[in-house]
């Protein structure tokens, strides 16, 4: 299976870049910059250093014991990414495009948000390297993301409210795109996800690698195999990329893909834009996405801020249609309970993203069964969730 992406930034015949004419020189010139970057092996040398100084890398690896007793099955390990600097995945690729940003000499800084993890994490690189940061968040997320909107802020950064569509991060991310058009000649635009033109899903897939790269070395010390299955959360699907690139090759292994099926895919309230919608046009990109009859761009639903997104990374379409990953998807309440379930178990608070991930993961280790070993992406922390959390209780009848 070819996974490239060519030079057009096609998977198959998913990615490539769709974007206004104002734009076709800014991406050209990102190509540019960052086939130029990735080939420095100072460029490199700078990143590595970065991630294991800054970042804290490597992330650890953690057999989860209590949790592998209570469901009865497969042994389970965490990939540990909640425990980086910031708490999440993200700061892999703001590291690494703000080092990109700053080998190209571009003054200002812009992103998009939805949970706020890759919001704090580009206003924490942007401080790092003393860039000029605008964040565009949708005003539902900055609701019940009030913790990392206050983050940004303190870190230097402007959080600009966004209050169109469904003021979550697709709407957001439709803004940045329109101030990149009107700045382009001084401004990097951070996208945080494996989502966008030519050339984001192939580098931000590229800065996210290290995730898979560690647990695969990690995992060979410590059980001398691999997992028989790797689940994390998708979103547009970065910190899936970033442990599946690894694996890619290893064909015994099981790629799961975890949606958010929100309110239930019947509901018609979800952001499973791989199991329950289709190709098209979103955000520059060609790959799976919910839409209507009409073609319009439907709104997502999930509990989960950084799930809340009505399409996903082009490479995500390819590895769907190939069969080399399975996507799956999990509810709110299946989410929230696994949250729960989680942090009184293991004593760690998860992403309620990452909380996709560890629901689907309980069903899948009774099929398993305790001869095999699975391995979860745990994306982020928790922290920025207690209040959805407490808010989500509340409603349905008070703490379980």
């Known amino acids: ?219 060979l010390e410590a059980q001398d195999r691999l997992p028989d299955a790797i689940v994390a959360c998708v979103g547009g699907g970065s910190n899936a990329l970033g442990i599946f690139t690894a694996f890619m090759g290893d064909r015994d292994v099981r790629l799961v893909g975890v949606e958010a099926s929100g309110s239930g895919i019947s509901s018609g309230h979800h952001a499973a834009s791989i199991g329950a919608g289709r190709p098209g046009v979103l955000h520059g990109s060609y790959s799976y996405l919910l839409d209507t009859d009409s073609g319009q761009i439907r709104e997502a639903h999930s509990i989960a801020a950084g799930l809340d997104y009505p399409g996903v990374g082009p490479e995500h379409s390819w590895l769907h249609d190939t069969g080399r990953a399975e996507y799956v998807s999990v509810d709110d309440a299946e989410a929230t309970d696994a949250f729960l379930e989680f942090s009184r178990t293991e004593g760690i608070l998860p992403a309620l993203e990452s909380s996709h991930a560890l629901a689907y993961a309980k069903r899948l280790a009774a099929e398993l069964g305790p001869e095999r070993s699975l391995l979860i992406c745990l994306s982020g922390r928790g922290d920025k969730d207690v209040h959805t959390m407490a808010a989500w209780l509340e409603s349905h009848g008070g703490d379980r």
């Open 1 to 219: 299976m070819d996974r490239v992406p060519d030079s057009t930034g096609r998977f198959g015949p998913f990615g490539g870049s769709f974007v206004p004419e104002t734009l076709s020189a800014a991406l050209e010139e990102l190509r540019t910059g960052f086939d130029s970057a990735w080939a420095d092996d100072a460029f490199h040398a700078e990143f590595d250093r970065l991630l294991a100084e800054f970042v804290g890398r490597p992330s650890l690896l953690t057999f989860a014991e209590r949790l592998t007793r209570e469901w009865g099955g497969a042994r389970v390990y965490l990939k540990r990414e909640d425990l980086n600097h910031t708490g999440a995945h993200k700061i892999n690729n703001t590291v690494g495009q703000l080092l990109l940003a700053d080998r190209m000499g571009k003054s200002r800084i812009i992103a998009e948000t939805g949970a706020g993890q890759h919001g704090v994490a580009t206003a924490t690189a942007a401080a790092l390297f003393g860039k000029e940061c605008h964040v565009y968040m949708g005003t539902e997320d900055i609701r019940r993301q009030e913790l990392n909107v206050y983050r940004m802020k303190m870190l230097g950064s402007e959080v600009i409210p966004v209050e169109s569509g469904s003021c979550t991060l697709k709407d957001a991310m439709n803004e940045a795109i329109r101030d990149w058009v009107t700045n382009v000649r001084d401004t990097h635009y951070v996208i945080g996800s494996v989502a966008g033109p030519h050339p984001y899903p192939l580098m931000v897939r590229e800065f996210q690698k290290i995730i898979g790269i560690e647990a695969r070395a990690q995992f």
